[in-house]
């Protein structure tokens, strides 16, 4: 296990070490949403956002135990180890949960403070004082803002207006950082204030007491030192990978703002009523049409070329053949076949026979057949058919 954290450790420094630093005006874009929070709450987002894994598990643990609060809830984060600027942000889980919704550019922040704080500080003055300039930036019942000058260097401090209670301002980045004069006062709203209490503010290292900016020599601090990332938390299942923002759909894209029409918030403002999903990660942001442009109408184009039918390939022709055609043979010249007769036609079924007359010589009919009974002839031929008769049927001649 042990073995694994260090790798995701040092991989987790690897990718970040490979993509770019932001620029200045990419640092002004993730830094916009929370730029006129209060000094010290802005001071444990950042120190946080070093370290986004615990972004997801803190946020993740407060959904599992919504029903602590107060002290309750601080004495059971204590038992589990997070890092200071945690602890003090249990108290607001409205801030955990924009943090968590957009992870991403929290820890593109956290990386850009750990590489050089003065440049994050120096983004956050930048953007409060486009703010004092537009008219969105002043002090009211909520939040103390006092313009102060460091080192030569002109500062705006934002306070609460009670110690006790912190309010988490709400406002529209496209709007509240537009040109001097540009916007009237009352577009930063507040929600419910948060009682931190004495308790809370002073009798724990990691209170609200104990985060704050040295704006002349460009550094954070905790407990009235230079803060140092402490490495104390070990997460039990790291699942955050690295991703590189998306700066084409934030608010101040080029350098602009108050652009018409200007595109969402995509610090997301803190909302109480919604929370995500415990321990899930937000799916990729809805990126809009740049600059709501309109689209050009419908070209009409014109109709495909027809194209004509590609020819059948013919067969390849045969060479002729080298052997010549054989020679037609003539018919056989037979002749026609005789035509027998019947066997059965014109028989006479006493051919052959020999037949005996009255005198007792023999007499052969003649060549041709001879006629029967019925057919006309001599009487010596009708007594002879007679006699035959006689004979077939058995009976001799008669007695006389």
């Given amino acids: 296990m042990l073995a694994a954290l260090l790798v995701f450790q040092s ?85 955990l949960d924009m943090m968590a919704q957009n992870i991403d550019d929290y820890a593109a922040i956290g990386e850009a403070f750990s590489t050089n704080q003065g ?25 103390q803002v006092v313009q102060e000058t460091q080192g030569g260097q002109p500062l705006i401090v934002i306070q609460p207006a009670n110690p006790q209670v912190v309010y988490v301002p709400q406002y529209s980045p496209e709007v509240v950082y537009a040109g001097p004069g540009s916007v ?33 020599d460009r550094t954070m601090l905790y407990r009235r030192s230079v803060w140092r990332r402490p490495n104390i938390y070990r997460p039990p299942r790291p699942i955050y990978r690295p991703r590189p923002p998306r700066y084409a759909n934030k608010p101040g894209y080029g350098g602009t703002w108050g652009r018409p029409g200007g595109r969402p918030n995509p610090g997301g403002r803190p909302n109480p009523g919604v929370r995500p999903n415990p321990g ?48 037609s043979r003539p018919a056989p010249n037979r002749p026609a076949p005789t035509t027998r007769p019947s ?19 023999s007499v052969r009919q003649p060549t041709g057949g001879r006629a029967s009974g019925f057919s006309a002839g001599t009487g010596q031929a009708a007594r002879a058919a007679s006699a035959r008769g006689r004979q077939s049927a058995g009976s001799g001649p008669r007695k006389k």
């Fill in 11 to 95: 991989s987790h420094g690897l990718l970040y070490a490979q993509a770019a630093p932001p620029t200045t005006q990419e640092l002004d874009q993730l830094l916009a949403p929370i730029a006129l929070y209060p000094d010290a709450l802005i001071a444990q987002i950042t120190a946080a956002s070093t370290n986004p894994q615990e972004i997801l598990d803190v946020d993740n643990w407060l959904h599992q135990n919504n029903n602590l609060s107060g002290t309750a809830l601080t004495n059971a984060a204590q038992q589990q180890n997070f890092d200071p600027a945690f602890l003090a942000l249990v108290s607001f889980p409205q801030v």
């Fill in 119 to 143: 440049a994050v500080m120096d983004s956050i003055q930048r953007l409060r004082a486009q703010a004092y300039a537009s008219g969105a930036l002043r002090s009211s019942s909520e939040m």
């Fill in 184 to 216: 009237v006062a009352g577009l930063i709203t507040f929600g419910a204030g948060i009682a931190i209490g004495v308790t809370l503010a002073n009798s724990y290292p990691w209170g609200w007491g104990g985060w704050g900016w040295n704006w002349r």
């Fill in 280 to 327: 899930n990660r937000p799916g990729p942001e809805t990126r809009p049409n740049p600059g709501n442009a309109t689209r050009p109408p419908n070209i009409t184009r014109p109709a495909p070329t027809t194209r004509p039918a590609t020819p059948l390939h013919p067969a390849p022709a045969r060479p002729p053949s080298p052997r010549p055609a054989p020679a």
């Fill in 343 to 361: 066997p059965n036609a014109n028989r006479n079924p006493y051919a052959g026979f020999q037949q005996a007359n009255k005198s007792g010589a």
